[in-house]
């Protein structure tokens, strides 16, 4: 091979290594998203769950309308 060749291939990989580098920091941060998503939605469902207890206990079902 030439040394044309040699450094068409080192500036190859090298950009192929920022790509990845680059693809890994993209991943990494979408994992740090997903995980405080997650948690958020974890949050809002005890709460949505315990607004529905606070409705069921003030409002019981059993209970004659007023027009009766």
């Known amino acids: 091979m030439s040394e044309t ?10 950009y192929l290594e920022d790509t990845v580098d680059d693809l890994n920091k993209t991943v990494y941060h979408q994992s740090k998203q997903l995980d405080e998503i997650q948690g958020l939605l974890n949050n809002l469902t005890r709460h949505m769950k315990q607004v529905q207890e606070d409705i069921t206990e003030l409002k019981p079902q059993d209970e004659v309308p007023p027009h009766y």
């Open 5 to 14: 060749k040699f450094i068409d291939l080192e500036t190859r990989i090298a």
